[in-house]
């Protein structure tokens, strides 16, 4: 575990981190049809939730296949 630790400041930030402009989110506020579209749309299963704020007013983490869409099961 400590060389896994100690390893990490031998990477670059962007080895680890996700750039804030390219998180896909959810806006929990948006209808139906466009979350579905969404979430066609991305090859991701995990999603922050978000309200109108954007990543700044997230509200938790939603799994793609749970908000029903078809085809994300």
Not at 6 to 29: E, F, G, N, Q
């Amino acid at each position: 575990m400590v060389r896994g630790v100690l390893s990490l400041a031998d990477r670059s930030v962007l080895s680890i981190m996700t750039p804030r402009a390219d998180v896909d989110w959810i806006d929990i506020s948006q209808d139906k049809s466009a979350l579905y579209r969404q979430l066609q749309a991305q090859p991701h299963g995990l999603f922050p939730v978000c309200d109108r704020g954007g990543l700044d007013a997230v509200i938790g983490v939603g799994r793609a296949g749970l908000f029903g869409a078809p085809g994300t099961t």
